[in-house]
């Protein structure tokens, strides 16, 4: 190992292998989709609408009367009332939590609950970021198997939760990166089934063909319930970092216990209600994405192509025999797609109808071998 105390901070002698990382972070990537500067981006779920100039005007104009030189609100309880009017279902601000993103909420979450000998149980394929969730916060991780369709009834996760014996379980609905969907009836028979947390996904689910048949609606009755959402999606709020959880006030509290100090900026708050307050207009376009995602799943059949039926803003085409030269294909003619999820298969994000459009004439000209169906 490099005599750190004598290292040059002038010479580029030092590697990870020199330093006293984290046994488990040896060989490591860091998270994150590609950023590649392209025509058209439909690989990380966006939102492709930005707010009207009215909009990000308000915003604007929050951002400049946000104090910079005092700390934010720690509690942000303004924020969280806001949140809470959202989502309804009788929900207050001590039902709710937020923070940058929903990853930090999970963070959270895993922060307060996981931990050394405490095990996160999730079901695969689903969202890449979950395992770096457990490894961050010391928390063991266990995957089972979703069905061949990619669904999951109650049988599965409840003899999974015997096997494993979770502190969490983890359900995505519509699932990350499938876009499934699990029915409510499932949710409740696991809830009544274990005594574990179990968290619900809900990232995607204002573009669900049934977005009010919500895991909001269990928990009332279900103390072990945590439902977590994001703005990022549906209200085109990618680049403002706001996540939130619903839950008991007692899960809520937990979180409190173990976040950073001031952890949401005044920026952030002030922004992020300027949304909740047009909610309605940031919200416009969810039909229309919703829309163009069912075209998807009408049009790529008839094409010859196989798709996974999908609840969110996405979609899964397949199935290619080499997927990365099919992906490097749709890059060439300035389309970027992400490659993710089961063998074969690449995830576009439903966009606008001239990204639509750009992604068809890019498709067309993929000459990547496919697999037989």
Known sequence: ???????????????????????????????GAPQLDVPVCLNVNENPYP????????????????????????????LRAQL???????LTPDHVWAANGSNEVMTHVLGAFGGPGRRLLTFTPTYSMYPEYARNTHTDYVTVPRRADFSLDAATVLDAVAAHAPTVVLITTPNNPTGTSTPLAVIEEVLAGTDALVVIDEAYQEFSSTPEATALTLLAEHGNLIVSR???????????????????PAVVDACRIIRLPY??????????????RHADEMLARVADLRDERDALLRTLPELGYEVVESDANFVLVGRWADRHLAWQQLLDAGVL????????????????????AAFHAA??????????Q
Do not use: I
């Not at 498709?363 to 037989?372: F, I, N, S």
């Open 51 to 78: 707010p009207s100039p009215a909009v990000a005007a308000e915003m604007a104009e929050a951002v400049v009367a946000a104090s910079f030189n005092r700390y934010p609100d720690r509690e942000f309880r303004g």
């Open 230 to 248: 994001t703005m990022s999606k549906a209200f085109a709020f990618a680049g403002g970092r706001l996540g939130y959880l619903a839950a008991h």
């Open 263 to 276: 952890h949401l900026s005044a920026q952030t708050q002030a922004v992020a209600s300027v949304a909740l």
């Open 1 to 31: 190992m490099v005599n750190l105390a004598r290292a040059d901070l002038t010479q580029p002698v030092l590697t990870l292998a020199d330093l006293p990382l984290r046994p488990e972070l040896v060989g490591e990537e860091p998270y």
């Open 84 to 90: 809470a009017a959202y989502l309804g279902h009788g």
């Open 363 to 372: 498709l067309a000209r993929v000459d990547a071998p496919r697999t037989e």
């Open 337 to 356: 797609v992400r490659e993710t999820g089961p063998a074969g298969f690449l995830r576009v994000s439903a966009g606008t109808p001239e990204e639509m």
